[in-house]
């Protein structure tokens, strides 16, 4: 598999420096020798070796990547540098940043989850673990009964995507499940730092707890069809929903 930085748009992407080159190299090297996670590398005399750097040059390689996640050091007796599986949730939190200035809106969001959830939810229809089913509804009993305050609706607006959160976790897929879960943390984040919670929304509370319930429904007897159908209404209903919360919120901030 190609490195994830292989450049496929730009004819002429930025210049990168000495130390950034070699970082690059070194992880085509990683690839192709089949390091896995885990794994020490060369000490650092035969880095220098390897790659015909100064050690300068090479040590602040292995910062670069480090700080990427896919190396990790360690001191002392056993100690050196080791292929590092980076996390979910560093994987997150780093494209997360790339979106930071984006200003995204729930219809950019909504667009790629009614795609790729209804898809998701034919896909695990009849393969979930009645563990599994039973944590959706452990979930979905967290708002049984409407919100009473703006803090009870913030922490079910959470809940209710931690709901879709597991399913994405489901996944055999690991790219699929990636993006959903990413997808519904960036919501779950949009929806508290832009306080879409408010105002209380009833019918949002009401038709997203329903549908979820028929879904968990549709995946325990393990018909996909009904899955995606009512994954794909449940997508479409919060939508037209949460567009309203964002106009309204967008309506008080301009008021104000």
Same mark, same amino acid.
């Given at each position: ?29 990683? &690839? ?10 060369? $000490? ?62 729930? =219809?950019?969001?909504?667009? +790629? ?15 979930? $673990?009645?563990?599994?089913?039973? $944590? +959706? ?16 609706? =913030?922490?079910?607006? &959470?809940?209710? +995507? ?95």
């Amino acid at each position: 598999m190609p490195p994830a930085t292989t450049p496929l748009t730009d004819p002429h992407p930025p210049r990168l420096s000495r130390p950034a080159q070699v970082a690059e190299e070194i992880k085509d090297w990683i &690839v192709q020798e089949h390091f896995g996670a885990g794994d020490r590398l060369p $000490s650092e005399p035969q880095m220098i070796e390897r790659f015909g750097m100064a050690k300068g040059t090479i040590r602040e390689a292995m910062r670069i990547l480090e700080a990427q996640g896919l190396v990790k050091s360690r001191t002392g007796p056993g100690g050196g540098t080791f292929v590092h599986e980076v996390s979910k949730e560093r994987a997150r939190a780093l494209l997360g940043n790339y979106f930071y200035f984006k200003n995204l809106t729930i =219809r950019d969001i909504y667009q +790629l989850r009614r795609v790729l959830e209804p898809e998701l939810a034919a896909l695990l229809a009849g393969r979930l $673990s009645e563990d599994i089913l039973a $944590s +959706l509804e452990a979930i979905i009993r967290e708002y049984d009964a409407p919100a009473q305050s703006l803090e009870e609706e =913030r922490l079910q607006h &959470v809940a209710s +995507l931690r709901f879709h959160a597991l399913l994405a976790e489901q996944a055999d897929n690991a790219l699929l499940g990636f993006l959903i879960d990413f997808m519904v943390n960036m919501l779950s984040d949009l929806t508290v730092y832009r306080k879409l919670y408010e105002p209380r929304n009833v019918e949002l509370w009401r038709r997203g707890r329903a549908f979820q319930l028929d879904l968990v429904h549709a995946l325990r007897i393990g018909d996909p069809d009904t899955a995606r159908l009512v994954m794909r209404d449940h997508m479409e209903t919060a939508q037209r929903l949460m567009e309203t919360q964002e106009a309204e919120m967008q309506r008080r901030f301009i008021s104000e």
